[in-house]
């Protein structure tokens, strides 16, 4: 039986399993989670990820790590499918050595986690798929990196893996990952971009915004620094068919491309490196809809759409469709992050995504379908 049209999937969805959860809290310096007891003398735990973190970190629960509340979640949001990932920092902050043997058996209790999902109402497929983790710390071998590669290939319920912006120390230009992007090509992986480590602080001021300017400013010009280097570094004329897709809905990177496209065009040495004009690279990529508002969806979908201008041999300056666009748009919620601070039924990350999906102008009722899940379902090969 196909699956439906109108099936909701997440991808912007994210878990500290428990094996990562326990050397979170066998840590004593960032990344890490500790254990406080409240005024009322129970035991909370408290997570410390980001540099400058509110004093003690933020309460951390059960949503986090146990599958179950995942699933409820799901449930009460009407999400059907998750595609599950990793959340920041990974395993950026250990030797070489731990990181391979822990995104191994990462990857291992991922399968298992989605492997024994149920499944989509009287489906085959399954509620829970999963992106896997590579070992990306400074002196890891390139043999180590492809063989992980290899392992999440071969594991049925994972379909691509997150990665931060670091590679293996000197950022996702680096030529040596070229052995890498080149298997996850082979392997048809997707890669998810996701950020973690924002931009320059001094930027923030003093004014105590708390998080507010990393998470909504430096996290987004994180994967947007990140994702123009690798257009720069040409790695999408070596790899044609690598598939990346970008957290946030590609940060400030639709925003700026012309930009980026006239500072190439006045840079000969640059733009000898590349096969195309900067706008056609924004048309191979993918882009959570994570960004809260109807407005900025379709300001994205025009950008990827205009890439189609830019594709050898065309001419047209039509205006561009934003309905191409949305065909490489994908819901997300970066649950369990933003959870509600009152007891409110629903997560405004949730709703409000889901609103924005619904209100943007121009994106036809089958559009905003593909958005939701449909896009989703052809991305990840989850059809039957
Ligand atoms: O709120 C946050 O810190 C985060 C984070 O660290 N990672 C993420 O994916 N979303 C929000």
Same mark, same amino acid.
């Given at each position: 039986?196909?699956?439906? +049209?109108?099936?909701?999937?997440?991808?912007?969805?994210?878990?500290?399993?428990?094996?990562?959860?326990?050397? @979170?809290?066998?840590?004593?310096?960032?990344?890490?989670?500790?254990?406080?007891?409240?005024?009322?003398?129970?035991?909370? /735990?408290?997570?410390?990820?980001? /540099?400058?973190?509110?004093?003690?970190?933020?309460? %951390?629960? +059960?949503?986090?790590?146990?599958?179950?509340?995942?699933?409820?979640?799901?449930?009460?949001?009407?999400?059907?499918?998750?595609?599950?990932?990793?959340?920041?920092?990974?395993? /950026?902050?250990?030797?070489?050595?731990?990181?391979?043997?822990?995104?191994?058996?990462?990857?291992?209790?991922? *399968?298992?986690?989605?492997?024994?999902?149920?499944? %989509?109402?009287?489906?085959? =497929? #399954?509620?829970?798929?999963?992106?896997?983790?590579?070992?990306?710390?400074? &002196?890891?071998?390139?043999?180590?990196?492809? &063989?992980?590669?290899?392992?999440?290939?071969?594991?049925?319920?994972?379909?691509?893996?997150?990665?931060?912006?670091?590679?293996?120390? $000197?950022?996702?230009?680096?030529?040596?990952?070229?052995?890498?992007?080149?298997?996850?090509?082979?392997?048809?992986?997707?890669?998810?971009?996701?950020?973690?480590?924002?931009?320059?602080?001094?930027?923030?001021? /003093? #004014?105590?915004?708390?998080? =507010?300017?990393?998470?909504? @400013?430096?996290?987004?010009? &994180?994967?947007?620094?990140? +994702?123009?280097?690798?257009?720069?570094?040409?790695?999408?004329?070596?790899?044609?068919?690598?598939?990346? @897709? @970008?957290?946030?809905?590609?940060?400030?990177?639709?925003?700026?491309?012309?930009?980026?496209?006239?500072?190439?065009?006045?840079?000969?040495?640059?733009?000898?490196?590349? #096969?195309?004009?900067?706008?056609?690279?924004?048309?191979?990529?993918?882009?959570?809809?994570?960004?809260?508002?109807? *407005?900025?969806?379709?300001?994205?979908?025009? %950008?990827?759409?205009?890439? !189609?201008?830019? $594709?050898?041999?065309?001419?047209?300056?039509?205006?561009?469709?934003?309905?191409?666009?949305?065909?490489?748009?994908?819901?997300?919620?970066?649950?369990?992050?933003?959870?509600?601070?009152?007891?409110?039924?629903?997560?405004?990350? %949730?709703?409000?995504?889901?609103?924005?999906?619904?209100?943007?102008?121009?994106?036809? !009722?089958?559009?905003?379908?593909?958005?939701?899940?449909?896009?989703?379902?052809?991305?990840?090969?989850? &059809?039957?």
């Amino acid at each position: 039986m196909p699956l439906s +049209a109108k099936l909701v999937v997440d991808i912007h969805t994210h878990v500290y399993l428990p094996r990562y959860a326990a050397l @979170l809290r066998s840590r004593s310096s960032v990344p890490f989670i500790r254990s406080t007891t409240t005024h009322q003398g129970t035991s909370e /735990d408290r997570l410390l990820i980001l /540099d400058h973190e509110p004093s003690g970190g933020r309460p %951390v629960g +059960a949503q986090y790590w146990d599958r179950e509340e995942k699933l409820k979640f799901m449930d009460k949001h009407g999400i059907d499918i998750s595609i599950v990932s990793s959340a920041n920092p990974w395993l /950026d902050f250990l030797p070489a050595s731990q990181a391979r043997t822990l995104a191994s058996e990462l990857n291992n209790d991922l *399968e298992q986690y989605c492997s024994t999902s149920p499944v %989509v109402g009287n489906h085959k =497929v #399954k509620r829970l798929y999963g992106l896997g983790l590579l070992p990306l710390v400074p &002196e890891i071998t390139t043999s180590a990196l492809l &063989e992980i590669v290899r392992q999440i290939g071969s594991l049925p319920h994972l379909r691509g893996l997150i990665m931060g912006t670091r590679g293996i120390g $000197k950022g996702l230009d680096d030529e040596a990952l070229d052995p890498v992007w080149a298997a996850i090509e082979n392997a048809g992986l997707i890669v998810f971009l996701h950020p973690h480590y924002g931009v320059d602080g001094s930027a923030w001021g /003093d #004014k105590g915004n708390g998080h =507010v300017l990393p998470l909504a @400013l430096g996290f987004p010009f &994180e994967t947007t620094t990140a +994702a123009t280097r690798l257009i720069l570094s040409g790695v999408f004329d070596k790899f044609p068919s690598l598939r990346l @897709l @970008l957290a946030h809905s590609g940060g400030a990177l639709p925003a700026l491309s012309s930009r980026l496209a006239s500072c190439i065009g006045h840079d000969p040495i640059v733009a000898s490196r590349l #096969k195309h004009d900067a706008r056609y690279y924004l048309g191979k990529l993918y882009l959570d809809a994570v960004a809260y508002g109807p *407005e900025e969806l379709g300001f994205v979908s025009d %950008v990827i759409s205009r890439a !189609e201008r830019y $594709k050898p041999g065309t001419s047209t300056k039509n205006a561009a469709n934003r309905s191409v666009g949305s065909k490489r748009m994908l819901f997300g919620t970066d649950h369990p992050f933003f959870p509600p601070l009152s007891s409110s039924n629903k997560w405004a990350s %949730v709703t409000e995504n889901l609103e924005a999906i619904a209100d943007v102008e121009g994106w036809s !009722e089958e559009d905003k379908d593909g958005v939701r899940g449909r896009n989703a379902i052809s991305l990840f090969n989850l &059809e039957e």
